[in-house]
């Protein structure tokens, strides 16, 4: 079951680098509900590499045709069948990897799993390729989450140890959530943005790559969505995000620093409700307890490596001959995955919390 | 599902914190696996409380009943039913937090999803007792593990902001992985352990609590094992480990340090094999690659934050009233759950190893 | 997965003849529901043995523990954890089947499938001491279903050849559907009810065993219940039917007798609605098109074998020496299943519509 | 989960009658299979309608295109993608069967279930078209079980009353189980062939329709393949076989004729082994016991009830003026499904059993 995710809502995906497609299927999707696939092509669009010099070369053709589960622009039961185009593939000598597998890539594991039969061609389907129908199904929760008054925003946190400003843990609002996704660089402050770009163009003219952290927000899930134990919300956003090539980490509301803090200040003493939710003075936790919602906005980062493809040549081990080699990775790859990440972890987390609303 | 976890080992658990008992039932197992029930009631004493003044005084009967699934000692096919009687449990006054939910506790979202149904008593399903359930399944997995090579050992990273020496990523060896849990406080250093337990003593006679890490390792794994995407290891070993009451972020290998270096820094270069297995000069993935192990060491953090239950008064809001009141939380708390937690982690992450390996 | 079903409905199995207990989990209930633990064992005795010469003289303790699930007898969100010791069990001499199989038992495959650690006393987890538990859960559907206006009741459709009368597709009644499990000897007729008792006895003082068929009903179920395709409420009552052991086939409505009929006979004209639920002249599809309940009376039949074990010498294949031998064997045996078998056919079908329902 | 099936071997269906396209995603396929595209269109070809007067007459266009999942032709390791086109579709004016919904069609319970957004043309996905994909599945999972030495194969084993001869539950070859396929009309009788066209073209004539059985053989499986309870080989069978559309019953072995029987007549006993398999004298359970193989053919029927779309006027109950009216059904439909369900029931076997090998 390793390409299916979700409870109630069952997403599939299928795709491979070099594969004339990449797409999913989306089970369990309410009927009645109105889907605009321009507004998807645009969540697509913020993930699609070529738009600037901070990315890859590579064009994609992210167009996608939905090839069953709407009838008159509408979700009708049926699931949702959805394929993206892979454009602009380049052969390129992916086969001197089964020999040289490329250090921090799943080459030499996926050899050892699958054996001659393993697709090496832009790494098959261990490919961010795949999170183009990850953001497609993202951009679908969204928009029937958005009718449901659920808000799902993230920002870059952190690239290259630059630092954006935080999303606030507890005061945050639809707007600050929702604003930064809708620059090309998303970032709360533009001058930390200048300074991350301008890191990753250092990066990129040493032959190098950095990483970063991506903050994400849930605003407006109503109390009690989740479930205990193995389907609490953060088992099962951090299924999701931990599912996108790169990402090494997971911390929800303050996170590693809440290990160091003492309960007195940890605790979200509850405040006077607001309205009709019950509010907390501060949020530690995340908006989340016992795996489930508390109504408070849930905050969580995830820690993305930086490219492993890099230009320098490294060295690796020639499986054949048993040598130590020198490596060049060459081909069209980010100095930096995180800015077009930041759809890819808003898709994920929609994605989980949809299903748990669905679940409810 | 939100009691069951796993594709081809399924472990469901079962109990409340004033129920008769807690337990679970492991479908799947191979069959003809000798199983120490001794050795598995050790495992289980680690995660026991009112060893000593550092944990709670409840004292609990962690003796485990075998229902079925044994016959002669050994695995048979059948399901390995178990059950932990849930001893000396005091009724308390639990009622009055239906009305005064504690803070960071589950008592609020709980009662807005299970309503009045929903049984308070020493937290109900959401009480750390149903870790012993899966410190049983745990104990299980290791001792089939370990006849095919592969070890979990954890220690205490950190608490109350101070740390233990680090596992090393690279060159961890198995005696340095088991021995931190042969000691009642597992840690490396001895020292440190000891500025550790300071800390916890003086939270507790402040009526406070403290937080920490623990580190986890897991030896011998085969290179392959896992599944891409969804199904990764990362994620699968975070869905278990997220399902520990207290756990608010995870990390594999340098974790969110990774998203500070450059590629050329992180990537892992590999060396000469020993033996028969590929070696890299660093391990900043974790042993973790694509979601498949690579053959490294795989190791993993987790942050817990400090127990919610403290003696000093806090404020919450009287869901009746609409007031704010003040609200003491009596009875018997850790001031600290990580030491007890450490088996707690070497169990999920055994369950999550255990279950990709017999995928394979 | 495989003593584990339903999407929503969770009930995960465990048990061995011999080994201390049988019992199950059952996930996702409703919170808030009062179970009747009287009634549920009222509804256990209905399959216990040793109530007549008709049926095996071992003597079951279905005396049901609860280990969590109930808090003040209503669920609470919580798995419902469940036991039932094994009473009376007699170790006899069972090995010698690992060496001559018996006919018809699941001794070769067993043997074959899981080697030498395979439990061979009493037939291990292939007895239908496994029903003990479904049977359980069932009537906690039943309860649950009752509440919502659903009703589950089956009869004795044939043994032996003499058939009961049938439960009239189009307009039964819940009086008439409930009736006959009122009675030891659940049938519509008792006339015909007698002639199955005969022809019990008769095999039974040959030696010899007889088989039957039950035909069950679900009344009061709203349209539009169910999923399309593989989950559809034929494929989910099917597969927990056939998982009753010696149910080697099942049919909905008019059945295989529906393969003979024209469209014009067949088709299920629909008629004035009747309050406010359609109805149709006819009921050959037995309540179910496309997978979803149409409102009608859904009526299944499911062909029970006649009881593998019987008192007179079998040939068989002794593994060790590869000789034709006599194999005689000895025990305790029901020479008809059938009559005990009927509250776990009800069972299975309450389980699969309760799912159904809570899927919805 | 309702368009997903399977443990190891997951199957997600997609597609409705007149959407762009039908298809699916198979994930857990074995790595390095070769699979033969001519061979598996051959298979579909046998499905598709419009090779003759018994079938209707609508065009569809069953060419496969594969969007991932296999390089230079063999299975990678990615879930295989596969779409087949809906050539041929026809508006039609099936809007009206949401005021009048037809007879023994999913039209009510699914206006109940899905409401307005349901898509009424062509059935939506309560479509038979939906067996396209299911067959394309079989079809891949038919030539990796041919490798491992299985063999399904399947004939028309009654239609309108007329009945073919049997499959041989014991003596049964490879031979006779594939030659039926291997005509246009798979019967064994050629003679009862002929006469079941008939009355297939006089039902025709009379605007009607007719039903039937079909039978269906799994040879060369290994002993001890499939899984106890609930993921028994009955039940995984069943379940896939129940979800194909007019399908109302299913029995294995001697079926609902054992329900007759007397043990002594009914048990399997055991012959010398031929070659190194265990044999037995009778096969009344149709090669499986205890939901796992026995290494004997396994053999089961399910029944199809006639197409329930005839020329001819029926009576139907109009939801909005509350009037019985008459309705014609208009549109091009097969007389008889049984002839091209043939391969669809072929697909769902050789789907489960191959699961149940890939699980072992």
């Not at 970032?187 to 003219?205: E, F």
């Not at 109390?223 to 990402?247: H, N, R, Y």
Request: aromatic share 6%; charged share 20%.
């Amino acid at each position: 079951m390793s390409f299916s995710v979700g409870e109630h809502l069952k997403l599939t995906l299928f795709g491979q680098s070099h594969a004339p497609a990449v797409g999913g299927i989306i089970d369990g999707l309410p009927a009645g509900e109105l889907i605009d696939l321009n507004g998807a092509q645009s969540f697509l669009d913020r993930r699609s590499p070529g738009k600037s010099p901070l990315s890859t070369a590579r064009k994609e053709f992210d167009i996608s045709q939905i090839l069953s589960g709407l009838t008159d622009g509408k979700t009708c039961g049926a699931p949702l069948a959805f394929v993206i185009s892979n454009g602009d593939t380049r052969p390129g000598d992916y086969d001197k990897f089964r020999v040289q597998p490329r250090p921090s890539h799943a080459d030499f594991p996926a050899l050892l799993k699958y054996g001659d039969a393993h697709d090496m061609r832009g790494g098959g389907f261990f490919s961010a390729r795949l999170t183009a129908p990850l953001c497609f199904a993202g951009a679908v929760a969204m928009q029937i989450l958005a009718r449901r008054g659920v808000t799902v925003g993230a920002h870059i946190a952190a690239i290259a140890g630059v630092d954006d400003d935080h999303f606030d843990l507890v005061n945050l609002t639809k707007e600050q959530a929702e604003t930064p996704s809708q620059h090309d660089f998303p970032v709360i402050n533009p001058t930390q943005g200048n300074a991350m770009k301008s890191a990753i163009l250092t990066a990129k003219t040493d032959g190098d790559s950095v990483g970063g952290v991506i903050e994400c927000a849930v605003l407006g899930l109503p109390t009690g969505i989740g479930s205990p134990i193995f389907d609490g919300l953060e088992s099962a956003i951090a299924k999701l995000v931990l599912s996108i090539p790169a990402v090494k980490g997971i911390e929800f509301g303050a996170g590693f620093t809440i290990a160091g803090m003492r309960g007195s200040e940890a605790n979200d003493v509850y405040s006077a409700p607001k309205g009709n939710k019950l509010r907390s003075k501060s949020n530690h936790n995340g908006g989340i307890l016992g795996g489930l919602s508390t109504g408070m906005p849930i905050i969580f980062r995830a820690a993305f490596k930086p490219t492993p493809s890099i230009a320098k040549a490294q060295e690796t081990w020639n499986i054949t001959n048993g040598q130590i080699e020198s490596l060049v990775v060459s081909g069209r790859h980010d100095p930096c995955v995180v800015p077009r990440a930041v759809p890819c972890v808003e898709a994920a987390a929609a994605i989980a919390v949809l299903d748990a609303m669905l679940c409810a």
